[in-house]
């Protein structure tokens, strides 16, 4: 078995591209080896700011030999009377390169079977590397010097090596070598003998390539910094990965900054350091609150710091003095004074100024949840928006607003309100805890997708006008995770009432709603439960819907289903005549009436659920023994309506049609 290396060395990639191109690259050579039929190990795709690599173990040395069977033109076409070939046949045995002696008839058809060498491993790499990487795909590719072909930055130098051997290629305008460089001020011109060394040897000269060893360094250095200080990190996810990928030798370095500045709200602090300038936070271990220290990943080689403090220093000094005087502007008056300014924002075209929006959300925020509580968060909850602070950081908008209600004096649960009431913030943070948050995001974001809806810019494919799919994912998960009993049907009417703009499209608005839940649960439920369980309209109770789901995903019974859905297709049309027990005739009619009175809803679908089943061999005995479209009216029309009681205590659980048990 072999091994393969490929390294394309490059200008300091966007780092947004660099896991996009790794991701491509995987799925370029999985697709690559897989259609040749190159069996191989594992592919690792490890990636710095310069550059790319890929590195392909237990490779094949070449696709296996394929003996194939090839059908030719009919025998009475290919031989003539004397069973001689013709010129046909001759032309057939030549194509295919068999002698005439080893052709054969089958179904009156000639064939001959070839032998088809498999191409050596070394040839394919050399066909269809570039290609693979000619097909990656990224935002604002360029192009450079003379060349056609667009990529993110130009290409430096191509390192291409099966096992101890150079494989030729070209990538856009670099012939390849067995040549690599280091860090850009250590080690250049590296030879790579083969692919077991090159790691090393590029950790010799301050590159750690592989991403998952360099993140990881990344933590480890960080939190070595952090325990000397007593301090904790807070570092996300997004951050972490951002840092990954702007350094190749990562090195922690502590600075510091002046205490005056933990006098603004936290959160902005944070947000100019990790946002703003990618340092990692610290915070005191005992109280959680945050220090006046920071550690910056330098991509640096030596131990002189005072430079790089200096320079740090001087950047964030900078953005935290705007901060700290436009906290000092904005809070010499109190939040509530900064609403009428919200007169002069526009919300959105035709629905008014974000002054207007918060007057529905004042109403539709009462409509949840009537506390006074509920109506000051709503009636503050976008004021921060006309502060200076917000202006400047706007991805702190409910956070600033949060302290400053705090400093103006407003209740703690209406500060809390205002900041919650964004939440959540993207798919994986959490929702917010409070009714005053609940209620008042669930507003906004139901008065946003009215709006959008109304004013005819649903989302598309390639368009989410003011994210109203996130939005709508705030509102299910807050409603499922609170267990919120809440009418969204009822709620979008409401809100479709208050916009400027009428537009009947509600049911296009909750239809939305319902595949955007069956979006967020299809990880966790079949698809076709979901579906199933949505004929009856989950907007009317988000969370009754996901106990439906629930219960019927755990069903088993085949003869429960195959009831309900023979019942179904009896009955086409609704029946509303009741039943009138002094028309039964049969045993089985009294006896299946008898068992659907005993089947009540109690709050458990479970239990629900295996009552259904409990009945299944009344129903049985009831279609062996009755006829249901019997001649005389009366009697037809009764049994009618018997089964559709039955049907009633089904489809109220969910529609058996839709599910193959």
């Known amino acids: 078995m072999s091994k393969y290396l490929l390294e394309v060395g490059v200008e ?5 591209f660099i896991p996009m191109a790794i991701s491509q690259l995987e799925t370029g050579f999985k697709n690559f080896l897989e259609s040749n039929n190159v069996s191989y190990g594992n592919i690792n795709v490890m990636a710095t700011p310069r550059r790319l690599a890929v590195l392909v173990d237990g490779l094949a040395q070449s696709q296996p030999d394929v003996e194939k069977t090839v059908k030719g033109p009919i025998a009475t076409v290919a031989y003539d009377e004397n069973k001689n070939l013709t010129k046909a046949g001759e032309g057939f045995a030549k194509k295919n390169g068999v002698n005439p002696e080893d052709l054969f008839v089958q179904d009156n058809y000639i064939y001959a079977k070839i032998s088809i060498k498999g191409k050596n491993t070394k040839e394919l790499l050399q066909e269809n590397v570039p290609q693979i990487f000619s097909k990656l795909q990224g935002p604002h590719f360029m192009r450079w010097g003379s060349n056609d072909v667009k990529f993110s930055r130009p290409i430096r130098w191509v390192l291409s090596i099966l096992d101890c051997e150079e494989v030729k290629i070209k990538i856009i305008d670099k ?27 590029l950790r010799e000269a301050h590159v750690i390539v592989n991403q998952e060893e360099r993140k990881n360094k990344i933590l480890e250095l960080t939190q070595k910094e952090a325990d000397k200080l007593g301090a904790v990190t807070k570092i996300s996810d997004d951050l972490l990965e951002e840092v990954t990928f702007i350094v190749e ?18 959160e902005v ?32 080689i030596g131990n002189e710091f005072e430079n790089i403090k200096a320079g740090n220093l001087r950047v964030i000094k900078a953005r ?8 000092k502007e904005d809070t010499k008056k109190p939040l509530e004074n900064y609403v009428e300014n919200l007169k002069g924002m526009t919300f959105q075209k035709g629905m008014g100024s974000v002054y207007d929006k918060t007057q529905r959300i004042i109403k539709l925020a009462q409509k949840i949840n ?9 009636e503050l909850c976008k004021a921060d928006l006309a502060t200076n602070l917000v202006f400047e950081f706007t991805e702190l908008q409910g956070f600033i607003g949060a302290d400053y209600a705090r400093v103006s004096g407003e209740k703690p649960e209406v500060a809390e309100g205002i900041k919650e009431h964004y939440f959540p913030l993207n798919a994986e943070s959490e929702t917010a805890k409070t009714p005053e948050g609940q209620a008042v995001g669930i507003a906004d974001k139901i008065d946003t997708i009215c709006a959008v809806f109304a004013a005819g810019k649903k989302p598309t494919g390639s368009s989410d006008p003011l994210g109203v799919r996130r939005a709508a994912l705030g509102i299910i998960k807050t409603i499922l995770e609170h267990n919120l009993n809440i009418n969204l049907s009822d709620l979008i009417e409401y809100a479709l009432s208050l916009l400027p703009i009428k537009s009947d499209c509600q049911s296009e608005i909750e239809e939305f709603f319902v595949q955007r839940l069956i979006i967020f649960l299809n990880d966790s439920y079949k698809k076709e439960v979901l579906e199933a369980c949505s004929a009856k309209n989950p907007c009317a109770d988000l969370c009754d819907y996901l106990a439906r789901v629930k219960a019927v995903s755990t069903l088993n019974d085949s003869k429960l289903a195959e009831n309900a859905n023979r019942i179904l297709r009896l009955l086409k049309e609704e029946i509303k005549t009741p039943v009138d027990v002094s028309l039964f005739t049969y045993e089985a009619e009294k006896n ?34 009755v006829l249901v479209m019997d001649n005389d009216e009366k009697i037809r029309n009764n049994r009618l309506a018997l089964l559709s009681e039955l049907k009633n205590k089904y489809i109220m659980l969910t529609d058996f049609s839709k599910i193959s048990v």
Do not use: W
Request: include cysteine.
């Open 12 to 16: 300091e990639l966007p780092y947004k």
């Open 175 to 201: 012939e390849s070598s067995n040549i690599t460089n280091g860090h850009r001020f250590s080690k250049q011109n590296i030879v790579i003998n083969n692919p077991d060394e090159y790691v090393e040897r």
């Open 249 to 266: 030798y990562p090195v922690a370095v502590v600075c510091n900054f002046d205490e005056e500045f933990l006098t603004i709200p936290q």
């Open 269 to 300: 602090a944070v947000t100019v350091m990790e946002t703003h300038q990618r340092y990692f936070a610290l915070y005191a271990k005992d109280s959680g609150k945050l220090i006046n220290k920071f550690v910056t990943i330098t991509n640096y």
């Open 320 to 327: 935290l003095d705007d901060a700290v005087f436009f906290f």
């Open 370 to 378: 009537p506390s006074e509580t509920v109506k000051r968060t709503a």
């Open 592 to 625: 299946l009436y008898s068992e659907i009175q005993k089947i009540k809803f109690n709050g458990d679908y479970v239990k629900y659920l295996s009552d259904l089943s409990g009945i299944n061999r009344a129903v049985t005995k009831f279609f062996d023994d």
